[in-house]
């Protein structure tokens, strides 16, 4: 994860900004309940940020448009348009004229100012605004970093609003790592490339020179596993998220593929294929020891640890087709957890530990979908011509897949779909795109 020059700051402004720490900070009624059934979008109005000086008003705007995109993208918020609005606020310090907002049904308002501080950073204060309350939603927040960095403060912002309406941990802070693709469908050139989790931001971490697959964020972020064809046969590597030189994982003879790391980013889990039988290892990053997981004459492969790291969800043939197992972190007491027709693949746990996403191909389509870590309350959330390739986001609450078209021109793209099956979206990529991998809230 590519380090900020500048740390991202952080204060309440009770502390901050004297002249807003008044009355109005208790925490208003106002709060989405996500649940399985239709969420109706609460209506949401954001004003333009006001710009406390002339060198901050493009960035004003700015910040402004990506917190409304990133909250009307979650599909559980419906941006009021500026042009209904019927007063504007001229004010930071001052609070909003409630019945005007009222008067256009706007259950929330978010407000801010930008600035350029005295070291040269931009200031962004923010309120977040219960409309029939007529009170804040918790007290005002503080954000600085380099002007740079403008667009990790907007969804700093849309993290706080979100986590103070749903009551859950947001999720716009984050990245993808994924294989960017170009170049005809019979001739791919394949990179690993890592991007915001809205599509801006894109960079490279190899060049194109040798085919790679299965790019996969360390639990902190600052490295990412894939694996290479650099060497002529697959092998996993280690390379940091912010580029620089990539090593072997371990020198366990035969292909590897297929890679994680451990919840506490330790081990490496994978494939090994050797001799025709494929085999699930786990890999020590300090001592390099090796544990051989699975011994069964079948093919086991694709492995994803528990947020506990005590289980390993893996997909294997050893029943006589793709199906999905639970097997302990040593490999005792393998279990099918599967059992609805057609077959499973590429089992990913997510970050609450209640669910795992999965592939499923039947009926000569592919779907994403979810089931519970006993395999029950299974739900497809896609169908297409080829879906793969699930990953959680660092909530649990929204899956990323990738969809590839038809045909000799068909090609990949990036897909966001929620945990409930809604508001499936395409995400945006400079070309063709596969195999994402969602990085943690960043922190730095």
């Keep these: ?41 609460v209506p949401l109005a954001a004003p333009d940020f006001i710009a406390g000086d002339g060198a901050t008003a493009q960035y004003a705007r700015d910040i402004t448009a990506v917190i409304v995109s990133n909250l009307t993208g979650s599909g559980l918020f419906r941006e009021i348009p500026k042009s209904a609005f019927i007063s504007q606020i001229t004010s930071f310090n001052v609070p909003p004229t409630f019945p005007d907002w009222q008067a256009i049904n706007a259950q929330a308002l978010i407000t801010g100012e930008t600035r350029l501080g005295a070291n040269g950073q931009l200031v962004v204060d923010f309120r977040l605004w219960d409309v029939f309350s007529q009170r804040s939603i918790g007290d005002g927040v503080r954000f600085s970093a380099a002007p740079g960095d403008w667009r990790r403060i907007a969804h700093k912002v849309s993290d706080t609003v979100y986590s103070r309406l749903t009551g859950e941990s947001g999720y716009f802070d984050s990245e993808i790592v994924f294989v960017a693709e170009s170049g005809p469908k019979n001739n791919r050139r394949k990179r690993i490339a ?12 190899t060049g194109g020179n040798a085919l790679v697959l299965a790019p996969r964020f360390s639990p902190d972020g600052s490295q990412v596993l894939y694996t290479s064809y650099a ?41 090994r294929a050797s001799g025709g039988n494929t085999d699930i290892y786990s890999i020590d990053l300090g001592s390099g020891q090796q544990q051989r997981l699975t011994r069964s004459p079948a093919i086991d492969t694709a492995p994803s640890y528990s947020p506990d790291s005590r289980e390993i969800v893996f997909e294997s043939d050893r029943g006589g087709s793709q199906q999905l197992y639970i097997m302990g972190a040593d490999g005792s007491n393998a279990r099918r957890i ?33 089931m519970d870590k006993d395999g029950s309350n299974e739900i497809l959330l896609t169908a ?48 063709a795109a596969s195999d994402p991998f969602w990085s943690p809230l960043r922190t730095d």
């Design 384 to 431: 297409s011509f080829l879906d793969e390739g699930p990953t959680w986001a660092p909530n649990g609450r929204v899956l990323m897949f990738f969809r590839e078209t038809p045909g000799p021109t068909g090609a990949a793209a990036l897909v966001s779909v929620d945990v409930t099956g809604r508001n499936l979206k395409y995400v945006q990529t400079p070309a």
């Design 338 to 370: 599967s059992f609805g027709s057609g077959q499973y693949g590429t089992p990913v746990w997510s970050p609450r530990g209640d669910k795992i996403a999965f592939t499923k191909q039947t009926g000569g389509r592919f779907h994403v979908g979810v």
């Design 231 to 271: 060497s002529g046969v697959p092998r996993v590597v280690l390379q940091g998220a912010g580029g620089g030189s990539s090593r072997q994982v371990s020198d366990i003879a035969g292909m590897t593929f297929a890679p994680r790391f451990s919840p506490d980013g330790r081990r490496v889990i994978l494939s």
């Design 1 to 41: 994860m590519m380090k900020l020059t500048r740390m991202l700051k952080l204060c309440v402004l009770a502390l901050c900004l004297p002249a807003l720490a008044q009355a109005q900070s208790s925490p208003g009624p106002l709060r989405i309940e996500i649940t399985d059934g239709v969420v109706q979008p």
């Design 194 to 205: 890592i991007m915001d989790q809205d599509g801006a931001n894109v960079r490279y971490l």
